[in-house]
């Protein structure tokens, strides 16, 4: 069953610690997406990797990292400099590097710090 | 980066009314998706709009681009309360896909 997980579904931290979400996708796609999504808002881009051990900056990257050393997986870790956290958090992935094809979003994790 | 408006934020409807979202470009585009979002849960692809003037219906949604594209419109007609979520225009953006700001659907039954 081909799909995007994300873990965990909700995650709660305490101010001043750093937290790693976790993407993975077996769809073998080559493109993956971090978004953050605020109450009532839409969809703000972190970061997005078109390859492997290649990612570039969003709109928001500030205040975090991520890593793509193998093409499943796509790591965010949200750092202790992210001012306002607590959010919905969205991985995605597309099948190529071109910008006609669909993203196919995770169930998301919701991030809330203490 | 490119930025793509889309209105209303919020559009609360009766059942069995027609519903619609648009979204406007100050550039002109090479694409616009559209994805909706069920409340509690992640975005799902709906269509992606290529051509100028194109026009794409499933089922009661009709979706348009307009012919300079730079504009696109979500018609639904006769809403269910099984439409009830956000609908988010995409639009590519150098090496990457932005989002509109969505619009909330709510139903009354």
């Known amino acids: 069953d081909g799909g995007i997980t994300q873990s965990p579904k909700y995650l709660f931290r305490k101010e001043g610690q750093n937290v790693t979400l976790s993407c993975e996708q077996n769809l073998n796609h080559d493109a993956m997406y971090w978004y953050r999504q605020d109450p009532g808002q839409g969809l703000r881009l972190i970061y997005y990797?078109?390859?492997?051990?290649?990612?570039q900056k969003g709109d928001i990257a500030e205040g975090y990292s991520v890593s793509r050393e193998k093409k499943e997986s796509f790591p965010l870790t949200v750092t202790s400099a992210q001012k306002n956290p607590t959010a919905f958090y969205l991985c995605?992935?597309?099948?190529?590097?071109?910008?006609?094809?669909?993203?196919?979003f995770g169930p998301g994790t919701r991030l809330t710090v203490l | 980066g490119q930025q793509v408006m889309q209105i209303p934020q919020y559009q609360h409807v009766q059942e069995g009314e027609d519903f619609t979202t648009y979204c406007n470009s100050s550039?002109?585009?090479?694409?616009i998706q559209w994805y909706k979002q069920r409340p509690g849960g992640h975005p799902v692809f709906l269509i992606q709009?290529?051509?100028?003037?194109e026009v794409k219906k499933q089922k009661r949604l009709t979706f348009q681009f307009g012919e300079a594209k730079k504009n696109s419109s979500l018609h639904i007609t006769a809403t269910q309360t099984t439409d009830v979520g956000t609908y988010f225009c995409?639009?590519?953006?150098?090496?990457?896909?932005?989002f509109g700001a969505g619009t909330r659907l709510t139903v009354k039954p």
């Open positions: 990797s078109q390859i492997v051990n290649d990612f």
């Open positions: 995409a639009a590519p953006n150098n090496n990457d896909m932005r």
């Open positions: 995605a992935s597309s099948i190529g590097r071109g910008l006609v094809h669909e993203q196919f």
């Open positions: 709009l290529v051509k100028s003037g």
């Open positions: 550039t002109t585009l090479s694409n």
